[in-house]
C-alpha cells in the first residue's frame, strides 16, 4: 500500500523568504508520481505542481518547486518568496493507477503554512 | 476551465437518515472521486468511478455507497447518517493518463 509522510502540521516563515515543506512517501512501485495541491481557508484545492518518478529534472512551476530525492524517497515542495497569499494548507499526494486509465491519488495529512509580514 | 459543483455547501442532518450529496462535473472526464476531509486525517478516499455504472471502494467505503448514471453526475450516499460521518466532503473528477484531479468546494456536513 502506499503512503504518505507530511511531518510538519504547522510552519511559520516571513514575507518574502524560501520555505521548505516536506513530503516522503512509500511505494513498492517502479512507476508513479507525486502531486502537490494548496487548500486555502475557502477550501478549494488548487493543483500547484507534479512530479513523475521517471522525470529527469525537477518539476517547477513559477514559485514552485519539487526537490524530488529518489533514493530518499522524498518529495518536498519550495516556495520561493513567499506571500502573504501563499497562507494555506498544503497536501502532498501520490497517485496510483486506475481501471480504465487514469490514477487516484493517496494524500498525506497535510501542513498549514502561515506567512508572516 | 474545469467545473465540479457539489449541490450542497453546507449540509445539517439527523442520525439516522439518509443522505445524498451530488456532483456534476462539465469536463467529460472518465473518472470520478469522492474524499472525505478531517482535521489531522488529511484527505481519505471513499469511493471512486472509471465510468458510468462501474465503482470501486476506496480506503474506507464502510457507511456509504456511490452511484454514477450518467458521466458527468456521481453521487455519494449515506444509507444511516451517524454523528461518526459529520465531515467536508470532497468530490474530484479526472481524465484518463497522469492528470490531476479537480475538485469541488466541498460540503461540510454535519449530522446530529
Known amino acids: 500500500a502506499q503512503k504518505i509522510t507530511q511531518t510538519q502540521p504547522g510552519m511559520f516563515v516571513q514575507e518574502k523568504e524560501a520555505v521548505t515543506l516536506d513530503c516522503t512517501y512509500d511505494?513498492?512501485?517502479?512507476?508513479?508520481?507525486l502531486f502537490w495541491y494548496k487548500q486555502p481557508s475557502s477550501g478549494e484545492m488548487i493543483f500547484l505542481i507534479y512530479?513523475?518518478?521517471?522525470?529527469?529534472q525537477n518539476a517547477t512551476e513559477g514559485r514552485y518547486s519539487l526537490n524530488f530525492q529518489k533514493a530518499r524517497k522524498s518529495a518536498n515542495l519550495v516556495i520561493s518568496a513567499s506571500q502573504l497569499g501563499d497562507s494555506a494548507m498544503y497536501f502532498c499526494?501520490?497517485?496510483?493507477?486506475?481501471?480504465?486509465?487514469?490514477?487516484?491519488?493517496?494524500f498525506g495529512t497535510g501542513t498549514q503554512l502561515k506567512v508572516e509580514l | 476551465d474545469v467545473k465540479v459543483t457539489q449541490s450542497s455547501r453546507y449540509l445539517v442532518k439527523r442520525t439516522g437518515e439518509k443522505v445524498f450529496l451530488e456532483c456534476v462535473q462539465d469536463?467529460?472526464?472518465?473518472?470520478m472521486f469522492w474524499y472525505r476531509q478531517d482535521p489531522g486525517l488529511g484527505l481519505r478516499l471513499i469511493y471512486f468511478s472509471y465510468d458510468v455504472k462501474m465503482k470501486e471502494k476506496g480506503d474506507i467505503p464502510e457507511g456509504y455507497s456511490v452511484s454514477r448514471e450518467k458521466k458527468e453526475r456521481f453521487s455519494l450516499i449515506l444509507e444511516s447518517a451517524s454523528t461518526n460521518q459529520t465531515s467536508m466532503y470532497l468530490c474530484?473528477?479526472?481524465?484518463?493518463?497522469?492528470?490531476?484531479?479537480?475538485f469541488g468546494n466541498g460540503t461540510r456536513l454535519t449530522v446530529t
Open positions: 499526494a501520490m497517485r496510483e493507477a486506475i481501471t480504465g486509465g487514469g490514477n487516484k491519488l493517496t
Open positions: 512530479q513523475g518518478s521517471y522525470d529527469e
Open positions: 469536463m467529460d472526464h472518465e473518472n
Open positions: 474530484a473528477s479526472s481524465g484518463v493518463g497522469v492528470s490531476p484531479l479537480h
Open positions: 511505494t513498492s512501485d517502479q512507476s508513479y508520481g
